[in-house]
């Protein structure tokens, strides 16, 4: 619907093109009458002006208000006399909603504008809506493939979505990825309503059949209301429960150039030659199974007919829960079974000094002995003797310094003894050999933790690398598929193609050749009239004489049969012209006394003759020629149909020998794949746990570490040299 200025529709108008609403928009304050829109700034794009977003029919600009609200501004490019209609009744459905009764905030504000756009002195509507922010589904399991809990999430707020829409009765009509963007919260968002039913349109038909890897090969225009949307809900909900059941779906049925998730068209007209089918219907989770299954079950249903998606959560949420296995128990002391004879058994506090390693404080010297007294009493005589034999000149002066260097040696060595031997540093030296004992007994396990590790991101590398492997070989074997399907399509079309234009020939041929039929059955009738008739009557003319009679007779003229026109030659002499009668067989004759008149009566004689003959002649075929020919027909037709149906059977043996080839291989390959994954499953439990025990060692083996650390620098604290010099001088 075009509006001009003064707002009257004007119908069948030629709307404006994306570019003609660009150079519009350049001036947003004469091009707009809505006051946001007056006042705001249009998004440009880095050369060429205001950035639009093209689609079939309309052209999509973000224009973002004074007050910093965007809106996404829908410019149409083709006409529609329902516009306004449509979208005021979309409108008015979608604004009554009430937010707090739905799963999420799925809904977009719009306004349609009568007046919506200036372009070229002309008034067109236009459509205003929110912005919505928020990432295309491929995109959001692009970014998300690997985490299965925020797929599962997104599937079941798509669940959500459509039990909203059930409960309210209207549908959208193009459900489909471009089409549900993921907001920053998780929550969906819905968009493009051009294609949506309300109730307002009960009894109307669609104005689009929505995307065509989305939508039943049953769906036609007249499928336009509540239910329309069913089979696309279970084609996008089915999409999402594979993919976060088994991420390498994604990568083995999509395709990234693709306008899909993992079901397109072809698997809906052509399931018994689909992969993405076969690898579905065979997968080893029952409930993915399943619900393939009951989705596979509805590509011969009417769109009326499929039921709500509430059926598929049903059969997801009846999945049953995988199994386990448990941990292995610890013995009664807290240690693993496997760890017995790598740590000593733990020793019991005793009293005093002598409690388990690392448990007791270190406190250095408790009380002084004799020996300790001697050791002292000896340290100072040692090193003073040598002075006082000096004096005493006992010893020489010059072997002072050598007696002084051994007595001070042999003084140092009575106080080691003396601080070695006694009972707090001897107790001491007890722990930190005890401790050194314990972190030595950890090692090996502490090594074989840290093998295990290794082996487990090793386990984990080579699981990955497999799986790509096998993802790369089912996309090749796709691709193969497409390929060979495509050869035998290609291969089957140049067998039929001629016998198709034979066929749609046949009829036109057939006719014609009814035609020859009758044309050549009047010919004999007047070819019989006129070899009835003798010459003879010519006679009748006023000009023709017997004489004549005779010598047209004499010539083998005898019937009007017997020549066919009159050929006139200018002789040359007083523009007189000779006539020659022409035989049937071309043959031209002069008959004597036959000039121009006379020829011209016969030609006229013979003229009326025919004539008088065509008339009386079939008007139709008779039956028997009309059924050999028809039954001639017939015969050729058949005869070209059970050629193109023996090229077509060939082609579609030849489909089903190449698909239950790449299916069976496809099925091997998955297989082989599953066994590798429950193989490396178990081994990683395996050595999950064992890794789990190492653990403990490992903890274990670092606290006894640090109280090493830590002893032995209590030890050289409490019980050096310096402290037991102390200890002799002052008691503690």
């Known amino acids: 619907m075009a509006v001009p200025r003064a707002g009257k529709p004007v119908a069948g108008r030629r709307f404006p093109t994306g570019a003609n609403y660009v150079e519009a928009l350049q001036n947003p304050t004469l091009c707009f009458?809505?006051?946001?829109?007056?006042?705001?700034?249009?998004?440009?794009?880095?050369?060429?002006?205001?950035?639009?977003?093209?689609?079939?029919?309309?052209s999509v600009f973000s224009i973002t208000a004074p007050g910093g609200q965007r809106y996404?501004?829908?410019?149409?490019?083709?006409?529609?006399?329902?516009?306004?209609?449509?979208?005021?009744?979309?409108s008015k459905q979608l604004s009554g909603l009430k937010h707090t009764k739905l799963s999420q905030p799925w809904p977009v504000s719009l306004e349609y504008l009568p007046r919506g756009v200036l372009v070229a002195g002309q008034w067109y509507p236009a459509l205003k809506m929110a912005w919505v922010e928020g990432t295309n589904l491929i995109t959001w399991i692009d970014r998300?493939?690997?985490?299965?809990?925020?797929?599962?999430?997104?599937?079941?707020?798509?669940?959500?979505?459509?039990?909203?829409?059930?409960?309210?009765?209207?549908?959208?009509?193009?459900?489909?990825h471009g089409n549900l963007l993921v907001a920053a919260d998780g929550t969906l968002r819905l968009v493009d309503y051009d294609g949506m039913y309300v109730p307002a349109f009960i009894g109307q038909g669609a104005t689009e059949s929505g995307h065509r890897n989305y939508q039943s090969?049953?769906?036609?225009?007249?499928?336009?209301?509540?239910?329309?949307?069913?089979?696309?809900?279970?084609?996008?909900?089915?999409?999402?429960?594979?993919?976060a059941t088994d991420p390498s779906i994604w990568d083995q049925l999509h395709d990234d150039e693709g306008e899909f998730l993992i079901l397109k068209e072809d698997d809906f007209r052509e399931p018994q030659s689909s992969m993405a089918w076969s690898l579905l219907l065979t997968h080893p989770?029952?409930?993915?199974?399943?619900?393939?299954?009951?989705?596979?079950?509805?590509?011969?249903?009417?769109?009326?007919?499929?039921?709500?998606?509430?059926?598929?959560?049903?059969?997801?949420?009846?999945?049953?829960?995988?199994?386990?296995?448990?941990?292995?128990?610890?013995?009664?002391?807290?240690?693993?079974?496997?760890?017995?004879?790598?740590?000593?058994?733990?020793?019991?506090?005793?009293?005093?000094?002598?409690g388990s390693p690392g448990s007791a404080t270190t406190t250095g010297f408790v009380r002084r002995r004799s020996a300790d007294f001697l050791s002292g009493f000896f340290a100072l005589a040692g090193s003073a003797a040598p002075a006082a034999l000096t004096a005493l000149s006992v010893l020489p002066s010059g072997y002072m310094a050598v007696a002084q260097v051994g007595?001070?040696?042999?003084?140092?060595?009575?106080?080691?003894?003396?601080?070695?031997?006694?009972?707090?540093?001897?107790?001491s030296k007890s722990r930190l050999r005890e401790l050194q004992q314990q972190v030595e007994s950890l090692a090996a396990p502490v090594a074989e933790g840290q093998k295990m590790r290794q082996e487990i991101e090793a386990l984990d590398l080579a699981s990955a690398s497999r799986d790509v492997q096998v993802n790369q070989q089912i996309k090749e074997l796709q691709a193969e598929l497409r390929d060979a399907q495509?050869?035998?399509?290609?291969?089957?079309?140049?067998?039929?193609?001629?016998?198709?234009?034979?066929?749609?020939?046949?009829?036109?041929?057939?006719?014609?050749?009814?035609?020859?039929?009758?044309?050549?059955?009047?010919?004999?009738?007047?070819?019989?009239?006129?070899?009835?008739?003798s010459i003879q009557e010519v006679k009748k003319l006023s000009n023709i004489s017997s004489g004549t009679v005779t010598a047209l007779t004499a010539v083998?003229?005898?019937?009007?049969?017997?020549?066919?026109?009159?050929?006139?030659?200018?002789?040359?002499?007083y523009s007189n012209r000779d006539a020659y009668l022409i035989r049937p067989n071309g043959q031209q004759v002069k008959v004597p006394g036959v000039g121009e008149v006379r020829a011209r009566a016969l030609e006229s004689w013979r003229a009326s003759l025919e004539q008088r003959a065509r008339q009386s002649a079939p008007a139709s075929l008779n039956a028997k020629d009309r059924t050999t020919i028809r039954q001639q027909f017939a015969a050729e037709k058949k005869r070209h149909e059970a050629e193109i149906a023996q090229a077509q059977g060939a082609a579609r043996r030849e489909r089903e020998q190449l698909q239950q080839r790449i299916t069976s291989r496809q099925q091997q390959i998955s297989k082989e794949k599953q066994q590798h994954q429950t193989a490396t499953q178990r081994q990683r439990a395996v050595l999950l746990q064992r890794q789990a025990q190492l653990a403990d060692a490992a903890t274990t083996h670092g606290l006894l570490v640090t109280q090493l650390v830590t002893a032995r620098t209590e030890h050289r604290r409490a019980f050096g040299l310096r402290r037991y010099l102390r200890f002799l001088a002052a008691g503690r």
């Open 486 to 533: 495509s050869r035998i399509t290609i291969t089957l079309n140049q067998k039929t193609n001629g016998l198709r234009a034979t066929l749609s020939g046949l009829a036109s041929k057939e006719q014609k050749q009814l035609d020859a039929a009758l044309t050549s059955a009047i010919t004999a009738h007047v070819q019989d009239r006129l070899r009835r008739t």
């Open 144 to 176: 998300n493939i690997r985490n299965t809990a925020a797929v599962l999430g997104i599937a079941e707020r798509f669940a959500a979505l459509t039990a909203d829409l059930e409960k309210i009765g209207i549908a959208h009509g193009d459900l489909q």
């Open 556 to 573: 083998g003229i005898r019937t009007a049969a017997d020549f066919t026109r009159v050929r006139y030659v200018q002789t040359g002499r």
């Open 407 to 427: 007595t001070l040696l042999a003084s140092g060595g009575a106080l080691q003894v003396a601080r070695s031997s006694h009972p707090e540093a001897r107790a």
């Open 285 to 354: 989770d029952p409930a993915l199974q399943a619900l393939a299954a009951q989705t596979h079950g509805l590509l011969a249903a009417n769109t009326h007919a499929v039921p709500s998606l509430s059926v598929a959560v049903a059969v997801v949420h009846a999945s049953v829960p995988v199994q386990r296995p448990a941990p292995a128990a610890a013995p009664a002391g807290g240690t693993p079974v496997w760890l017995a004879g790598h740590m000593p058994p733990p020793q019991n506090a005793s009293a005093g000094s002598h």
């Open 217 to 243: 090969p049953k769906r036609t225009s007249s499928d336009f209301g509540p239910a329309m949307d069913r089979f696309s809900s279970w084609v996008i909900y089915l999409a999402l429960v594979a993919i």
């Open 72 to 90: 996404a501004l829908k410019c149409f490019t083709r006409d529609s006399s329902t516009l306004e209609a449509r979208y005021q009744a979309i």
């Open 33 to 58: 009458e809505d006051p946001e829109l007056k006042s705001g700034s249009v998004q440009q794009s880095p050369v060429l002006g205001p950035k639009a977003i093209s689609g079939n029919f309309a």
